[in-house]
């Protein structure tokens, strides 16, 4: 198994700048990637970007394309989403995702098979 703990939010204005890290403990080295997802109020939950944890190939939601940007630091068994030029439209609690095999889509949540326990990220005016 694979446990998954978030860190990061909080509150920002738009415009700002915010750093999710989400770090793996456990059966880390059959980690294949691992993704971002978000739920806002009254939505369902959203892929946000995933990375590959071998070679760090990405995958960006359009609607964050330009502004977040995912990474990870293999030492740390971390995984980072620098969220850049927030705005009021991406208030949402921030999961992070484990995929432990290459079946599925990178951008369907239930090709992941764990999950942290999320981090709110709220964007004010």
């Known amino acids: 198994q694979v446990q998954l703990v978030e860190s990061g939010g909080g509150l920002a204005q738009a415009g700002d700048s915010l750093t999710l890290s989400c770090t793996a403990a456990g059966r880390t080295f059959s980690t294949y990637s691992m993704g971002w997802f978000r739920r806002a109020p009254g939505k369902e939950r959203e892929f946000v970007a995933a990375i590959t944890w071998s070679f760090g190939t990405t995958y960006t939601a359009d609607s964050v394309k330009g502004r977040f940007t995912i990474s990870r630091d293999k030492a740390k068994n971390t995984v980072y989403l620098q969220m850049n030029s927030l705005i009021p439209e991406d208030t949402a609690v921030y999961y992070c995702?484990?995929?432990?095999?290459?079946?599925?889509?990178?951008?369907?949540?239930?090709?992941?098979?764990?999950w942290g326990q999320g981090t709110q990220v709220t964007v004010s005016l």
């Open positions: 995702a484990a995929r432990l095999s290459f079946s599925g889509r990178y951008d369907y949540a239930g090709s992941y098979d764990a």
